[in-house]
């Protein structure tokens, strides 16, 4: 999670990708105080998403993740680790007015999104790089 995030211990954070960062990122949210919904593939993953720490767990195979995003209050910050366009415009309508989707996973799809989305829901989309190793050791939180 990017330290300049917009989101406040008890704030909903979605992250999409249960693998690699994405095992880390629900580490990092649910250590940070916040309320953490982890997004994959599949209802193996349920467990797994549990054991990291996730309070919630959306199979975007089978569920519209926007739609249950939505049910959970909407999300303040999706941080998407899975690559595709696809999945970035799926999880974007998941997010409270105010939210931010930061993109960290790259693909060759391009991101596709309304304006309607953007400007009147007051959302935003970011890209992001994963920082160095510098960035990582002044980050205030260790996940044990």
Do not use: W
Request: some cysteine; hydrophobic content about 40%.
């Amino acid at each position: 999670m990017r330290r300049n995030a917009p989101p406040k211990a008890g704030d909903l954070v979605a992250v999409v990708g249960i693998g690699g960062l994405g095992h880390l990122a629900v580490q990092y949210a649910r250590h940070m105080g916040f309320e953490v919904a982890a997004i994959a593939r599949g209802a193996d993953k349920v467990e797994l998403a549990q054991e990291l720490g996730a309070h919630h767990y959306i199979d975007n195979a089978t569920t519209n993740p926007a739609e249950a995003l939505q049910a959970l209050g909407g999300a303040k910050v999706v941080l998407i680790m899975a690559s595709g366009g696809k999945t970035v415009a799926e999880t974007f309508k998941g997010l409270r007015p105010g939210g931010v989707s930061i993109v960290l996973g790259v693909g060759p799809e391009p991101i596709e999104g309304s304006s309607m989305d953007l400007i009147f829901r007051s959302r935003e989309l970011e890209g992001a790089l994963t920082e160095d190793p510098a960035t990582g050791d002044e980050t205030p939180v260790s996940v044990c």
